[in-house]
């Protein structure tokens, strides 16, 4: 039980924080810059929300990992062994940069309407680092040497451009979700989607360069953890068939990323200038709700694979 509670809270966490640095991230390459998004996005709230939540997820994560590593009940802890994981080891150390960058977060957050330029920045390196903190509770930290540098800089950059992937994901979906249509929101939702349509164009960019990291990162990380020689074996044990799940995933979400930009979006595009972006609107909403889902289970799996052993390390 305790082991599906510890891969249950490492989801929701990589599923936060992965927020955490791609909702700001957004603001900064968006059209009109933090200001834009705020006016359309409940940027204040979203980000608090989560920066709060990964505070509780974090607490409840080393707890779960410090019972597991002590043999004692959640609810019954070794506190001097607890004193000793949270000062002494690389989990307390990963776990206390976490911490600080989430205040720093939740610091940065009252100058979003006043400095929202800066306040983006100091948001979106907060939330890299948090995110980042997770590579050294997976298995991208188990290497030694230059090797292991090279793994860990992999799982690290593979984080970052999955968290900029879904972070974009969670925006362009609130942007386009529906409203109340009154009189007083109509020219606001207009606007809303005029600026999803815009940032879709330019997200094809960062897009690109999102997908290629996450090949690039990934195959780094295979060769690390699964190897060459275990590649055709990788059905017979329940890490490869998670990871051959990941996979074929990943590539529904590509397929669905070239339907939104090649498709999609010029749609919504064309229906924005005939003033009737409804019927686009929701093509475009449906696809971005399974992208996200998608996205969502692939996090579990990944979270999931991080507590199993991989091929190279049997």
């Given at each position: 039980?305790n082991?599906?509670?510890?891969?249950?809270?490492r989801?929701a966490?990589?599923?936060?924080?992965g927020?955490l640095?791609?909702?700001?991230?957004?603001?900064?390459y968006?059209p009109g810059?933090?200001?834009m998004v705020?006016?359309?996005?409940?940027m204040v709230?979203m980000?608090a929300?989560l920066?709060?939540?990964a505070?509780l997820?974090s607490a409840?994560?080393?707890?779960?990992q410090a019972?597991a590593?002590?043999?004692?009940?959640l609810?019954q802890?070794?506190?001097?062994?607890?004193a000793?994981?949270?000062n002494?080891?690389?989990?307390g150390?990963?776990?206390?940069?976490?911490l600080v960058a989430?205040?720093?977060l939740?610091?940065?957050?009252?100058?979003?309407r006043r400095?929202?330029?800066?306040?983006f920045?100091?948001?979106?390196l907060?939330?890299a680092v948090?995110l980042?903190t997770?590579?050294?509770?997976g298995?991208?930290a188990?290497?030694?040497?230059?090797a292991g540098?090279l793994?860990?800089?992999?799982?690290?950059?593979h984080?970052?451009?999955a968290?900029?992937w879904?972070?974009a994901?969670?925006?362009?979906l609130?942007?386009?979700?529906?409203?109340?249509?009154?009189?007083?929101?109509?020219a606001?939702?207009?606007?809303?989607?005029t600026l999803a349509?815009?940032?879709?164009?330019?997200?094809s960019?960062v897009g690109t360069i999102?997908?290629?990291?996450l090949?690039?990162?990934?195959?780094?990380?295979?060769?690390?953890?699964?190897?060459?020689?275990?590649?055709?074996?990788?059905g017979?044990?329940t890490y490869?068939l998670?990871l051959?799940a990941?996979l074929?995933?990943f590539?529904g979400?590509l397929?669905?990323?070239?339907?939104?930009?090649?498709?999609?979006?010029p749609?919504?595009?064309?229906?924005i200038e005939?003033?009737?972006?409804?019927r686009?609107?929701?093509?475009?909403?449906?696809?971005?709700?399974v992208?996200?889902?998608?996205?969502?289970?692939i996090l579990?799996?990944?979270?999931?694979?991080g507590?199993?052993?991989?091929?190279?390390?049997m």
């Open positions: 039980m082991d599906v509670a510890l891969v249950a809270v989801w966490l990589y599923v936060d924080l927020l640095f791609g909702l700001p991230l957004f603001a900064l968006a810059g933090g200001r705020q006016r359309h996005l409940p709230a980000v929300g920066a709060c939540l505070l997820l409840l994560g080393f707890a779960l019972a590593m002590t043999g004692l009940p609810t802890p070794d506190l001097s062994m607890v000793e994981l949270f002494g080891t690389s989990m150390t990963a776990l206390k940069a976490r989430l205040l720093v939740l610091l940065s957050i009252p100058f979003y400095q929202s330029g800066p306040a920045i100091a948001s979106t907060a939330g948090a980042a997770l590579a050294w509770s298995h991208g188990a290497g030694e040497g230059e540098w793994q860990l800089g992999a799982d690290l950059i984080l970052l451009a968290g900029a879904v972070g994901l969670a925006a362009f609130a942007l386009v979700l529906p409203r109340l249509a009154t009189d007083d929101l109509a606001q939702d207009m606007d809303r989607v349509e815009e940032a879709l164009r330019g997200f960019l999102i997908v290629a990291l090949i690039l990162t990934g195959t780094v990380n295979g060769w690390f953890l699964v190897g060459p020689g275990n590649i055709a074996s990788l017979q044990s490869g998670l051959i990941k074929l995933l590539a979400m397929g669905l990323a070239a339907l939104n930009r090649y498709r999609l979006t749609a919504l595009a064309q229906a005939e003033e009737d972006a409804p686009a609107q929701a093509l475009l909403r449906a696809s971005l709700v992208e996200g889902g998608l996205a969502i289970v579990g799996l990944v979270a999931w694979l507590t199993l052993s991989p091929p190279m390390s």
